[in-house]
Protein backbone atom coordinates (compact mmCIF):
# COMPACT_ATOMS: atom_id res chain seq x y z
CA UNK A 1 0.00 0.00 0.00
CA UNK A 2 1.39 3.30 -0.87
CA UNK A 3 0.66 6.41 1.16
CA UNK A 4 1.02 9.83 -0.82
CA UNK A 5 0.71 13.25 0.01
CA UNK A 6 0.64 16.36 -1.35
CA UNK A 7 1.17 19.82 -0.34
CA UNK A 8 2.23 23.91 -1.43
CA UNK A 9 -1.00 24.47 -3.42
CA UNK A 10 -2.60 27.87 -2.73
CA UNK A 11 -4.26 30.70 -4.19
CA UNK A 12 -2.08 33.08 -7.24
CA UNK A 13 -3.05 35.62 -9.53
CA UNK A 14 -2.59 34.84 -13.19
CA UNK A 15 1.04 34.86 -14.10
CA UNK A 16 2.32 33.49 -10.99
CA UNK A 17 4.48 30.71 -9.32
CA UNK A 18 3.47 27.78 -7.00
CA UNK A 19 6.01 24.56 -6.05
CA UNK A 20 3.96 21.41 -5.27
CA UNK A 21 5.64 18.87 -3.14
CA UNK A 22 4.53 15.10 -2.95
CA UNK A 23 5.98 12.48 -0.34
CA UNK A 24 5.29 8.83 -1.23
CA UNK A 25 5.89 5.78 1.61
CA UNK A 26 5.29 2.39 1.45
CA UNK A 27 6.96 1.43 -2.01
CA UNK A 28 10.43 1.70 -3.64
CA UNK A 29 9.96 5.45 -4.49
CA UNK A 30 13.21 5.09 -6.43
CA UNK A 31 11.87 2.20 -8.71
CA UNK A 32 8.74 4.16 -10.11
CA UNK A 33 8.21 6.81 -12.38
CA UNK A 34 6.26 9.68 -10.63
CA UNK A 35 3.61 11.96 -12.17
CA UNK A 36 1.33 14.52 -11.29
CA UNK A 37 -2.78 15.03 -12.07
CA UNK A 38 -4.97 17.42 -11.59
CA UNK A 39 -8.78 17.69 -11.67
CA UNK A 40 -10.05 20.85 -12.60
CA UNK A 41 -14.28 21.58 -10.99
CA UNK A 42 -16.40 19.07 -12.77
CA UNK A 43 -14.37 17.30 -14.56
CA UNK A 44 -12.31 14.11 -14.86
CA UNK A 45 -8.80 13.85 -13.62
CA UNK A 46 -6.23 14.21 -15.86
CA UNK A 47 -2.61 13.81 -16.86
CA UNK A 48 -0.07 16.57 -15.95
CA UNK A 49 3.34 15.74 -16.10
CA UNK A 50 5.78 12.27 -15.18
CA UNK A 51 9.42 12.01 -14.31
CA UNK A 52 11.57 8.43 -15.02
CA UNK A 53 12.36 6.85 -12.33
CA UNK A 54 15.84 8.34 -11.84
CA UNK A 55 14.64 11.68 -13.04
CA UNK A 56 16.45 11.95 -16.97
CA UNK A 57 13.34 11.41 -18.65
CA UNK A 58 10.27 14.22 -18.45
CA UNK A 59 6.92 14.56 -19.89
CA UNK A 60 4.31 17.28 -20.05
CA UNK A 61 0.72 17.38 -21.23
CA UNK A 62 0.77 19.90 -23.92
CA UNK A 63 -0.88 22.36 -22.34
CA UNK A 64 1.43 23.07 -19.50
CA UNK A 65 4.64 22.55 -21.66
CA UNK A 66 7.16 25.46 -20.79
CA UNK A 67 5.80 26.69 -17.57
CA UNK A 68 5.80 23.67 -15.14
CA UNK A 69 9.21 21.32 -14.37
CA UNK A 70 8.88 18.14 -12.32
CA UNK A 71 11.78 16.83 -10.42
CA UNK A 72 12.42 14.38 -8.07
CA UNK A 73 14.67 13.94 -4.64
CA UNK A 74 14.98 9.98 -4.43
CA UNK A 75 16.39 10.57 -0.98
CA UNK A 76 13.64 12.25 0.81
CA UNK A 77 11.11 9.77 -1.68
CA UNK A 78 9.19 13.28 -2.81
CA UNK A 79 8.51 14.35 -6.30
CA UNK A 80 7.59 18.43 -7.27
CA UNK A 81 6.41 20.20 -9.80
CA UNK A 82 7.25 23.63 -9.98
CA UNK A 83 4.36 25.77 -11.88
CA UNK A 84 5.07 29.47 -13.04
CA UNK A 85 3.40 31.34 -15.34
CA UNK A 86 -0.18 30.43 -13.79
CA UNK A 87 -3.16 30.73 -15.95
CA UNK A 88 -6.49 30.59 -14.26
CA UNK A 89 -6.96 27.36 -16.67
CA UNK A 90 -4.39 25.90 -14.31
CA UNK A 91 -7.26 25.75 -11.30
CA UNK A 92 -8.00 22.15 -9.88
CA UNK A 93 -6.97 19.55 -7.18
CA UNK A 94 -3.59 18.25 -7.84
CA UNK A 95 -2.37 14.43 -6.71
CA UNK A 96 0.29 13.00 -7.46
CA UNK A 97 0.89 9.05 -8.28
CA UNK A 98 2.90 6.32 -9.81
CA UNK A 99 2.89 6.71 -13.30
CA UNK A 100 2.77 4.36 -16.22
CA UNK A 101 5.48 5.41 -18.82
CA UNK A 102 3.89 5.34 -22.52
CA UNK A 103 0.35 5.62 -21.56
CA UNK A 104 0.76 8.03 -18.49
CA UNK A 105 -1.75 6.29 -16.56
CA UNK A 106 -1.53 6.37 -12.60
CA UNK A 107 -0.02 3.21 -11.47
CA UNK A 108 -1.80 2.98 -8.13
CA UNK A 109 -4.88 2.69 -7.42
CA UNK A 110 -5.12 4.81 -4.04
CA UNK A 111 -4.62 8.33 -3.97
CA UNK A 112 -3.61 11.38 -1.53
CA UNK A 113 -5.96 13.92 -0.37
CA UNK A 114 -4.21 16.47 -2.94
CA UNK A 115 -3.49 19.92 -3.02
CA UNK A 116 -5.47 22.69 -4.15
CA UNK A 117 -4.31 25.65 -6.59
CA UNK A 118 -6.92 28.42 -7.33
CA UNK A 119 -5.13 31.37 -9.98
CA UNK A 120 -7.43 33.96 -10.30
CA UNK A 121 -7.62 36.17 -13.35
Known amino acids: QVQLVESGGGSVQAGGSLRLSCTAS????????MGWFRQAPGKERNFVATIGSQGGYTYYADSVKGRFSISRDNAKNTVYLQMNSLKPEDTGVYYC??????????????WGQGTQVTVSS
Open 97 to 110: NGVLLGNYIPLWGS
Open 26 to 33: GRTFSDNA
